[in-house]
């Protein structure tokens, strides 16, 4: 049944977003970071905890489980150092994606030559 509710909150996910790309003017990047800031403020008042106990681990695939990881973590570090933990909380839990970004990033731009 985790399959199914992982599969169906994805879907759900990836309808919105086609959604808004066919039908305004927004850019994948707007659509992306639009995606970031709505799983960001659900995390502010616990519902994408409580998605991801009803979905599973399905949950955390989308990209709006990035916004939930990046004020996750701010929030965590924040209840234990103070403020200075909204700055290196943030990047507590997204370290590795954002360095896995970057480097994959970088050899492909070595391998692969850009269209004109």
């Known amino acids: ?3 199914l509710y992982s599969f169906l909150f994805v879907g759900f996910i ?3 977003g086609q959604t808004i790309l066919d039908n305004t003017k927004l850019t994948a990047g707007h659509i992306t970071s639009i995606m970031v800031v709505i799983g960001a403020f659900l995390d502010i008042f616990n519902i994408y905890d409580s998605i991801i106990k009803i979905v599973g681990p399905g949950a955390m695939v989308p ?6 990881s990046l004020i996750h973590g701010a929030l965590k570090e924040a209840n234990n150092v103070g403020l200075v933990g909204i700055l290196s909380g943030v990047f507590d839990l997204t370290a590795a994606g954002i360095t896995s970004a970057i480097i994959f990033s970088f050899i492909f731009s070595l391998i692969f030559n850009p269209k004109d």
Do not use: R, V
């Open 63 to 68: 990209i709006t489980s990035f916004g939930h």
């Open 1 to 3: 049944m985790t399959y």
């Open 14 to 16: 990836c309808l919105i």
